[in-house]
């Protein structure tokens, strides 16, 4: 069964960083639930082999287990937390790093009505669903090459891009197929999704942000919420303080500092939203994180 050949690879090449020798591809280990952490999702394919993970996103929950795989299409603030996972039943699972072009370059080469028709609004940005059989396979069939080491650099490019293609014609293929359309909505999403991280300790109009992404304000708002879970301005508040919550893990000591780079002009309002995010005020939980052990993405496995 391609499940019980998963596993078996999955705990013979799980390492300390999950990294691995084929580029792109991630597998994870893990020997007890956790509590929930947040991070950034990335864009990947998650599939799990044994143990079970929770994801949310905004005001949704996604779980899945063995046997199933979830896709994030954009990269976006998380709260992830392994379910089920001990040390004589590990949590295993396989990660692949989605790349927007390798899936244009698929989407390019398929013939008329080989992909189902994309609709026109924004899908969201994460999904979970039952692993198809062919899908399962591809992913064993790469991860056999992590053995193979002379076959391992022509091999493991076609079998990457059967996985994406299996994705691409899945249940969940719109969020994937949306990833190599330049000018699909979830691109648009993405764009502006990209802009507010990259100057999230500044203030914005929600419109100015839309022209900026090619679409009317209506459009963007109602798009944004699709994919994200989240308004425009309730992304800007994860991506601020998750930015304080790291910096905070180096300069402990400076609660009111740190709350002013990313954003917050009122100290009190920056405790506040820090405290209901992390469940911890600043000071008290960046003693708890020096402590803590991060995982790499709170996606995986």
Do not use: C
Request: no cysteine; hydrophobic share 45%.
């Amino acid at each position: 069964m391609p499940l019980e050949e998963l596993r078996t690879l999955l705990a013979r090449h799980a390492g300390p960083d999950w990294t691995t020798a084929i580029d792109g591809v991630l597998v994870s280990r893990v020997d007890r639930p956790d509590p929930p952490a947040p991070s950034m999702s990335g864009m990947v394919l998650a599939v799990i082999a044994q143990g079970a993970k929770r994801l949310a996103l905004g005001d949704r929950v996604y779980e899945y287990g063995p046997g199933q795989f979830l896709v994030a299409s954009v990269d976006l603030p998380v709260t992830g937390q392994f379910t089920q996972a001990a040390p004589e039943e590990p949590a295993l699972g396989f990660g692949l790093i989605l790349d927007p072009s390798a899936v244009a370059e698929l989407l390019l080469q398929a013939g008329p009505g080989d992909t189902p028709r994309t609709g026109g609004g924004a899908p969201s940005a994460i999904a979970v669903s039952d692993a198809p059989p062919a899908l399962l396979d591809a992913v064993v069939r790469l991860l056999r090459l992590l053995d193979e080491p002379r076959d391992r650099a022509v091999l493991a490019p076609l079998v990457k891009r059967e996985i994406l293609w299996r994705l691409i014609t899945s249940e969940q293929g719109a969020a994937v197929r949306q990833l190599g359309l330049a000018d699909s909505s979830l691109s648009h999403v993405s764009r502006a999704v990209r802009w507010i991280r990259e100057n999230y300790a500044q203030p914005f109009r929600v419109e100015d942000v839309a022209r900026m992404s090619g679409m009317s304000a209506s459009a963007f708002y109602r798009n944004f919420q699709a994919v994200t879970a989240m308004s425009p301005i309730q992304f800007q508040k994860q991506i601020r303080l998750q930015e304080a919550r790291l910096l905070l893990a180096t300069h402990p000591g400076d609660v009111t500092g740190v709350g002013q780079r990313v954003g917050y002009d009122n100290p009190s309002q920056f405790s506040r939203e820090y405290r209901r995010q992390f469940g911890a005020p600043p000071s008290r939980d960046a003693a708890r994180l020096r402590e803590a052990v991060r995982a790499p993405t709170s996606v995986l496995p």
